[in-house]
């Protein structure tokens, strides 16, 4: 009887070993190639963003300070100083728009060139590409004809918004009587100002004080209570009126001593929320002992600069809007309680409070948002 059998010759199978390997090999060749060239294009990618949301918190500080040649230059500067693919980051002038920020749908819309003035947002975006001359090389790629990869992102910053939880401390004493309709108008257009930019989380409460202090409404979500902020801030009369703390001087010690106790009472909007005493008065301090609550003017501003000092140790800046109409005298004091962020205003003319606490809305530091 004959036996066959299906083994092939060694030889043969030392070949096909061979063939298996060969592929193998080209296979682990192939895939590591990938790789690599993925690394490159993540790499590339990762530099560019951050150049590009470098630049464009530049350009919005930029925005809001000077303006938009100077939201341009700033954003050009910034992206100069880092480099993707090996190249500096540079901008055209196109990669550059500038528009607002819709906090409540997360939407960027620019705006036509004859209204960048105003605009509150900028977007930035980077290029890598092979019309720019700088696309991110793949040699490993290029065996299968992909020679390069383009790499285009974005970033969007804006000023003026984000996660706000502020205090309006509105001086009401008799001195301030003629100008304050005009305070109060300031005070509800800086209520629109962040109905508009802030996230709508934000928190705002108002506070009264002449020789003493009246909360007139604690902490309430913007986005909800929007309207019943604006009758809060509608309750609002010189004092001695309904609800209104009675004419006992000046104590703005007792004033930040409410705004510091209406924000602590009230647990922050986010872990990242900007909490801000926004005080406007119009004068120097001024002790009566009607009040209670002071001995002389040298402990109110002493009071008042150990309160703000409170206030900065909780994180809460402190704007000082000065009306100077009635006179310089308190200059100096009030200037003294900025605190954080805050910034300093004296405003001789009443109907200009509303352009001062615009500016406090728009002060906001600058963020990414996209």
């Not at 090996?86 to 209204?115: C, I, M, Q, R």
């Not at 902490?219 to 009758?231: G, W």
């Not at 009566?288 to 003017?297: D, F, L």
Request: negative net charge; proline residues 5%.
């Amino acid at each position: 009887m004959r036996y066959t059998s299906s083994l092939a010759p060694v030889g043969d199978e030392r070949g096909m070993v061979m063939v298996i390997i060969a592929i193998a090999l080209t296979m682990i060749l192939g895939f590591t190639g990938l790789a690599v060239d993925s690394i490159r294009v993540h790499n590339a990618n990762e530099s560019l963003q951050a150049a590009i949301d470098s630049a464009a918190l530049a350009a919005a500080i930029g925005q809001r300070d000077g303006g938009p040649s100077q939201a341009r230059v700033m954003a050009a500067q910034y992206a100069a100083k880092n480099t993707a693919n090996g190249y500096p980051v540079s901008l055209a002038n196109e990669d550059l728009e500038l528009g607002n920020w819709d906090p409540k749908t997360h939407t960027f819309t620019p705006v036509p060139a004859s209204e960048e003035a105003s605009a509150s947002a900028i977007r930035v975006i980077g290029r890598l590409s092979s019309a720019r001359g700088n696309p991110v090389s793949l040699p490993f790629m290029s065996v299968l004809g992909r020679n390069n990869a383009d790499v285009i992102t974005s970033a969007t910053a804006t000023f003026g918004g984000g996660l706000l939880d502020m205090v309006v401390l509105q001086d009401v004493t008799g001195s301030f009587k003629n100008e304050l309709n005009q305070a109060l108008i300031a005070d509800h257009l800086l209520l629109d100002c962040l109905n508009e930019r802030a996230d709508p989380d934000s928190l705002f409460g108002i506070d009264v004080f002449t020789g003493v202090a009246t909360e007139i409404t604690p902490m309430r979500q913007i986005a909800t209570d929007y309207n019943q902020l604006n009758m809060k801030l509608n309750t609002i009369q010189p004092c001695g009126q309904p609800l209104m703390p009675k004419c006992s001087g000046t104590n703005q010690a007792a004033g930040l001593r409410a705004a510091v106790d209406t924000l602590k009472a009230t647990p922050p909007s986010g872990a990242r929320a900007h909490r801000a005493i926004v005080m406007v008065s119009d004068g120097e301090p001024s002790c009566s002992k009607k009040s209670g609550s002071c001995t002389s003017n040298s402990q109110i501003i002493a009071d008042a600069n150990r309160v703000a000092d409170e206030a900065a140790a909780l994180d809460i800046s402190i704007f000082s809007i000065y009306y100077s109409g009635n006179g310089a005298a308190g200059s100096a004091f009030l200037e003294g309680l900025v605190r954080g962020d805050g910034f300093f205003i004296a405003e001789p003319q009443a109907a200009a409070l509303s352009n001062a606490l615009r500016e406090v809305c728009f002060s906001m530091p600058a963020r990414l948002v996209d």
